[in-house]
């Protein structure tokens, strides 16, 4: 549904710019957008990168573990259905503890 939201909108604008003769400055626009949007992910995959590594470390010392087993009575009353010991209580975890610390983009690649 969102996506014939963006889809409508779009067109609507490109129509509008062409009845209005502003085609050019619509064009100019839409790629000034694509070039922010590539500068905001290339930024993206450097913090990204950094923060996913960061959690494989952290998975591999045992530390997502422990955070797992002390937030373990919280996890379980918001999410009855996930059973103990399954994968999930640690992603959920470490976002988290992510998002209590205010990490920010930390906690996208915890969630992932």
């Known amino acids: 549904m969102l996506n014939y939201i963006w889809a409508f909108m779009i067109i609507i604008g490109v129509v509008y710019g062409a009845a209005t003769g502003n085609m050019k400055e619509v064009s100019n626009a839409a790629l000034d957008s694509a070039g922010e949007a590539v500068s905001l992910c290339i930024t993206m995959i450097g913090v990204m990168a950094l ?8 998975k591999t010392s045992g ?3 422990k955070l797992a087993r002390g937030i373990r009575p919280f996890i379980s009353f918001m999410f009855p259905r996930i059973p103990k010991g399954h994968a999930a209580e640690g992603y959920i975890s470490t976002n988290i503890i992510a998002n209590i610390l205010g990490l ?3 906690c996208t690649p915890a969630g992932l």
Do not use: C, Y
């Not at 923060?51 to 952290?58: N, R, T």
């Open 51 to 58: 923060w996913v590594g960061l959690m494989e470390i952290a």
């Open 63 to 65: 530390l997502i573990e």
């Open 104 to 106: 920010g983009w930390a």
